[in-house]
């Protein structure tokens, strides 16, 4: 199998300094995201790939102010949570919807303060 770190260096280019980390992929496996960062100053950016539509991976950069602190796919794998810690020591967790061909901008889900870890719920039958 590839491992991470082959996965993710074949999509994107990153400093020597910086490594990645927390791949994760949805549920259908068509969609995977992952940290990228400075692990001595535990600053991490992160990105996602679509491998549903593109011949070539792209990363694309999860938006919002700070440096990632947590993320997971939601069970149905059509949806990404993610929380990102700003200088201050907010957290806000961010929902990126992926359902549809061309995502939207990502959803801010809390008001304000420091959310820990951010994810779905399944639903019940």
Same mark, same amino acid.
């Given at each position: 199998?590839?491992?991470?770190?082959?996965?993710?260096?074949?999509?994107?280019? %990153?400093?020597?300094?910086?490594?990645f980390?927390?791949? !994760?992929?949805?549920? !259908?496996?068509? =969609?995977?995201?992952?940290?990228?960062?400075? #692990?001595?100053?535990r600053?991490?950016?992160?990105?996602?790939?679509?491998?549903?539509?593109?011949?070539?991976?792209?990363? =694309?950069? /999860?938006?919002?102010?700070?440096?990632?602190?947590?993320? #997971?796919?939601?069970?149905?794998?059509?949806?990404?949570?993610? %929380?990102?810690q700003?200088?201050?020591?907010?957290?806000?967790?961010?929902? /990126?919807?992926?359902?549809?061909?061309?995502?939207?901008?990502?959803?801010? %889900?809390?008001?304000?303060?420091? %959310?820990?870890?951010?994810?779905? !719920?399944?639903?019940?039958?």
């Open positions: 199998g590839v491992g991470p770190t082959q996965l993710t260096q074949h999509v994107d280019k %990153v400093p020597s300094n910086f490594q980390s927390n791949l !994760q992929f949805n549920k !259908q496996s068509d =969609i995977f995201a992952y940290f990228k960062g400075d #692990s001595a100053e600053t991490y950016d992160a990105a996602y790939v679509d491998l549903r539509k593109m011949a070539t991976p792209k990363p =694309i950069p /999860l938006a919002g102010d700070g440096t990632m602190s947590t993320m #997971s796919f939601d069970p149905d794998g059509t949806g990404l949570y993610y %929380v990102k700003r200088a201050n020591g907010a957290r806000d967790c961010y929902y /990126l919807d992926l359902s549809h061909p061309v995502a939207k901008a990502p959803v801010k %889900v809390n008001r304000k303060g420091r %959310v820990a870890t951010c994810q779905a !719920q399944p639903l019940g039958e």
